[in-house]
Structures are given as C-alpha cells and as structure tokens.
T-cell receptor, first 108, second 116 residues
Framework: RKEVEQDPGPFNVPEGATVAFNCTYS??????FFWYRQDCRKEPKLLMS???SGNEDGRFTAQLNRASQYISLLIRDSKLSDSATYLC?????????FGKGTTLSVSS | EPEVTQTPSHQVTQMGQEVILRCVPI?????FYWYRQILGQKVEFLVS????????KSEIFDDQFSVERPDGSNFTLKIRSTKLEDSAMYFC??????????????FGAGSRLTVL
C-alpha cells in the first residue's frame, strides 16, 4: 500500500503565529485529498478538503501540488484551540489513507 | 445526535476471546469503513464495505477479522480470537450519503479494545 508522509513535529508556536505543515504522498493515482484534525484520544474530524487550485477556509489554507505529490496546510493567527494533531489524508481506491500526523501545540 | 454511534466505547477482553464491535450510522450512507489506531500510531485502514460486501481490505484485515451488516442498520466488526496486538481504538466511518458524490469520511467516537 502506498504511503502518506508527514513531519511528526511537534510544532510549538505562540498564539498568533503562522504555521505550515507539509505532506507527501506516493500514489500518483490519488484523486482526493484532505486535512483532518485529531484531538487527543478522539476521533479524526474533517478540517478541510484540498482542491487542485488551492482553497481557504478562514484562517486555514490548503495547497496541492500534483506534480510533486505534495500537500500543505497553512494556519494563520494560531489560537490555543488549534492545538491538535493534523492528519494528511489521501485516497487509494475507495480507502482513505492517513499520515501519522503532525502535532501542533499553541501556547499563550 | 452523532452521525455514527459505536458500541461499546471500551471493551476489555482476554486473549483468545471473540469480540464484536458495533456501529450504527444515523442516515443513509453508501460506504462503511473500519479503521484502527494503536496508541501513539497512525490511523490504519482495515476494510471498506459497499452494497453488502467487502470493497477493499488491507493486509491487516486477515482471517481473524470479519464484517457484516446483517439488518441494514448495524455494521459490525468481529475479531475471532483476539491477540495482545489487537489492542487499539477501532473507528467506524461512513461516507457517500445517497445523492452525494463526496467521499469525505465521518468517524464514530471509536471503541477502545484492550486485550489482556
């Protein structure tokens, strides 16, 4: 099975900082891309889908580079509540394959 | 009310025992999934289920695992003879409501399995 790779972190940033996470995937046939958020001992929850043209949802911006098989997530003006693990997710057939996640800790 | 309800929330069992984990999605969905997450590790795909049969399965999903949706409502994962390494959080997920082309996964809160 193909892999999804992420820098595990942790990223420790102060409130208000801008932070970027990267992800690479190995299956060039993948068509669907997502960022999920997982809080400690909770289920993953969809943060945002990632579209080819890039997309923004409030303070969050996702980018996709199909040629490099690279996905990014940018968080602006970090809040304490953004502290979580961010999971890069890529489809392989009907299955969604998860990266191990990047941990973000935002401090006051 | 959550979109996906899983029971039990936590189960402790002895090695070699059979375990059944249950999932009840609230509305009409097309695809059903089981994922697991060993503590501190990544979320791993086990199996996808569509139209009352397995659509895909991973190498983890060996002969000790089975899934079924017997009554069109409950979606179950059975582990026939549990091993210590089966201890993990098991997540049920659904996607693809009728009339929707999206393949966004919605997860249940998970069932924590502890094998002693």
């Amino acid at each position: 099975r193909k892999e999804v790779e992420q820098d595990p972190g942790p990223f420790n940033v102060p409130e208000g900082a801008t932070v970027a996470f990267n992800c690479t995937y190995s299956n060039s046939a993948s068509q669907s891309f997502f960022w999920y958020r997982q809080d400690c001992r909770k289920e993953p929850k969809l943060l945002m889908s990632v579209y080819s043209s890039g997309n923004e949802d409030g303070r969050f911006t996702a980018q996709l580079n199909r040629a490099s098989q690279y996905i990014s997530l940018l968080i602006r003006d970090s809040k304490l509540s953004d502290s979580a693990t961010y999971l890069c997710v890529v489809n392989e057939g009907t299955a969604l394959i998860f990266g191990k996640g990047t941990t973000l800790s935002v401090s006051s | 009310e959550p979109e996906v309800t899983q029971t039990p929330s936590h189960q402790v069992t002895q090695m070699g025992q059979e375990v059944i984990l249950r999932c009840v999605p609230i509305s009409n969905h097309l695809y059903f999934y089981w994922y697991r997450q060993i503590l501190g590790q990544k979320v791993e795909f086990l199996v996808s289920f569509y139209n009352n049969e397995i659509s895909e399965k991973s190498e983890i999903f060996d002969d000790q695992f089975s899934v079924e949706r017997p009554d069109g409502s409950n979606f179950t994962l059975k582990i026939r003879s549990t091993k210590l390494e089966d201890s993990a959080m098991y997540f049920c997920a659904v996607t693809g409501q009728e009339n929707s082309g999206a393949n966004v996964l919605t997860f249940g809160a998970g069932s924590r399995l502890t094998v002693l």
